[in-house]
């Protein structure tokens, strides 16, 4: 078996998009205490990768939150004043934060769902939520089914143990059904969709793999090394799927400008130029064309493509036969 090349593996460990490095850690530490598990300053530098002097800054953290103690007999930390999980009672503000949060998490399907809950039952003193929910998040709701629930959890625990699994895959466009072996480095959520991102030892390269097109699943127990950076393995991607690099300008009316600026940026590599005419230009370097093209159509009749002139003519050619159907 061939092993793959791990270009787009970074030593080095990732970090949940929006929460720092030290908040997890100490979240983590905080709840090692609480489940009474006695953790020394070795153990924690060892498991956070850090050094035992930010080890000790956490526990002073950790400290003023509720009062901890070094046991002697069990030779690691213990609260003083209580031997379970602090319970938080909420601001009016907290709850509407917390509310929202649960919100946009019921969109994700139902193993995130179950566990949000818990956490909140085991963190708060909530016992039950509001039944009116003031915030909504509209965005596609998960393709999922209890069988794709159970494929998720199986992909999701040999992801972060580094194990590869076997897949019978079906593909949405070619409907060829395959047998694959895939390390799973990741997953993300795009349109209703959970989409795996591995390497396929079958193709020799790293592939995405819907989770709904899975036919069956089975753990391997073959490990594999290396961290994978998922970020920067999308960063160029207008949405999830990569090809080949394309530098692409587009041109919005006046009558959109106000719409197209309000929001920052587009995509991480945008350039802007807003001209005297009040059009406003925006220039992309993005990987394939297929998923910013969906996203040019959204904008008819208020978009023009500037470059490259073959995406041009592609999507004049499109639009054409568009019309011909109507």
């Known amino acids: 078996m061939k092993k793959p090349p791990f270009k787009n593996l970074k030593h080095k460990k990732s970090k949940p998009a929006g929460i720092s490095e030290k908040v997890i850690n ?27 002097r930010t080890v000790y800054r956490y526990l002073e953290i950790i400290n003023m939150i509720d009062t901890i103690e070094f046991d002697k007999e069990r030779k690691g930390y213990r609260f003083v004043n209580t031997d379970r999980i602090k319970k938080t009672a909420l601001s009016d503000r907290e709850l509407l934060l917390l509310l929202t949060m649960g919100e946009a998490v019921s969109h994700l399907g139902k193993p995130f769902e179950e566990d949000f809950k818990r956490l909140i039952t085991n963190m708060t003193n909530i016992t039950k939520f509001p039944s009116r929910v003031p915030i909504v998040v509209k965005i596609p709701d998960a393709i999922m089914t209890e069988r794709l629930n159970n494929y998720f959890n199986i992909i999701s625990d040999c992801i972060k143990e580094k194990r ?163």
């Open 26 to 52: 100490i979240l983590k530490a905080y709840t090692l205490i609480a489940q009474n598990k006695y953790p020394s300053v070795g153990y924690l530098s060892e498991e956070f990768e850090v050094k035992e």
């Open 164 to 326: 590869s699994i076997e897949i019978i895959y079906k593909a949405l466009h070619s409907k060829e059904v395959t047998k694959r072996e895939v390390d799973p480095y990741g997953l993300v959520f795009y349109q209703g969709t959970w989409t795996l991102i591995g390497y396929c030892h079958l193709r020799n390269r790293l592939r995405h793999f819907d989770i709904d097109r899975i036919k069956d699943i089975k753990e391997r127990w073959h490990y594999f090394r290396g961290e994978f950076d998922i970020e920067d393995h999308l960063s160029q991607s207008w949405g999830i799927y990569e090809d080949d690099a394309v530098d692409v300008t587009l041109r919005f009316s006046k009558k959109v400008a106000e719409y197209i600026t309000r929001r920052e940026k587009w995509h991480p590599s945008e350039k802007r130029n807003i001209l005297p005419s009040g059009d406003v230009e925006l220039s992309f370097t993005v990987a394939g064309v297929d998923e910013i093209k969906r996203w040019i159509y959204s904008w008819i009749p208020d978009v023009e493509v500037i470059k490259p002139q073959w995406l041009r003519k592609q999507v004049k050619r499109e639009l054409g036969d568009a019309l011909k159907g109507h």
